[in-house]
């Protein structure tokens, strides 16, 4: 079998590593299409996989939707000289898309039940739609559902043993909290925000008294910020969270990871509330991994209140109740996978 696997963020690769390491180790052909976004290209370097560039990512929709044909001919030319099977991805228009055009079929991996996008043009098209069991819509037969979450396939204790000698190697000071703070440019992402500049000000100043401040950022930091960024490379960020004390930001993606990682985390954006995500919301109720606030206010004392008294003790043992309970992510994936 021929599969493509198509990423538009490091945590694509991230999800799809074993995955597609096990599927080579069987015989199987694997290809990787990437965009050029974000840090995406150099993880993939870093961590020595061989890609194809399919198209670049576009911030404005005006530049979208112009790039869209090209980007579209590109991927068919790719899918086709590949004689592809099975194109999966997260949840990619462009994959299901093309699958359709060249008679493969395609399997898609959403997580977020808000994204419009992704439920009224995507899984129509898509083959098999695999979320995680607690995913709050039901796709009906196409539909396949698994154990956990998806950044268990990378984060689990038996796939991902953290270093410490690498806190040591880039110098990090401890104890230390990682602030993330993400761009806002994607699609899912319109009439949505996080933090001001002002915010993440104020946010520094109160946990500055207790641990060293660290910032991974997707846009550039202002000059009077830089100072705090933090050194690692992209590809040793989940080795950097997993000896943090302290993780908080606006992004969703690496406060899972924090979590997931045994990491006192607490994330805010207004996606929080009532229609928040699922995964968030069983990480939070029924894990105690995750602290989701909506308002500054009620993050601010938050995070006073965690950053004062070492809490992660208490969510070592929350990390390792979670990781009993859930099943292995990456093998019933491939299972799945390997039925085509």
Known sequence: MTYIFELNHPKHYYQFKYIMQDLQRNGHQVHVLARDKDVLLSVLQEEGVAYQIFGAHKKSLRDKIIGTPRLLINYWRIARRLKADVIVSKASFYGCFIAKMTGAKSVIFPDSEVVKVTNRYVVPMATYVVTPGSFGLD??????????????????????????????????????????????????????????????????????????????????????????????????????????????????????????????????????GPNDMTNFKVLEQQ????????????????????????????????QQAYFEKVGDANQQIIEMLKRF
């Open 139 to 272: 796709y009906g037969k196409k539909h396949i559902r698994i154990g956990g979450l998806f950044e268990d396939c990378y984060l689990a204790p038996g796939v991902f043993k953290p270093e410490e000698k690498i806190v040591k190697q880039y110098g990090l000071q401890q104890p230390y909290a990682i602030l993330r703070f993400v761009g806002w440019y994607a699609n899912h992402d319109v009439n949505n925000n996080g933090f001001t500049l002002a915010q993440k000000k104020q946010l520094i100043a109160a946990i500055e008294p207790y641990m060293k401040v660290y910032i991974s950022s997707e846009k550039e930091l202002p000059d009077d910020l830089k100072s705090y960024h933090l050194p690692t490379p992209a590809n040793k960020i989940h080795h950097v969270l997993a000896y943090a004390d302290l993780y908080l930001g606006d992004s969703q993606t690496m406060a899972t990871e924090a979590a997931l990682l045994g990491t006192p985390a607490i994330r805010s954006n207004t996606f929080v």
């Open 287 to 318: 894990y105690g991994l995750l602290c989701n606030v909506r308002e500054f206010e009620d993050v601010l004392a938050k995070v006073q209140e965690m950053a004062c008294s070492s809490r992660k003790a208490e969510w070592k043992k929350k």
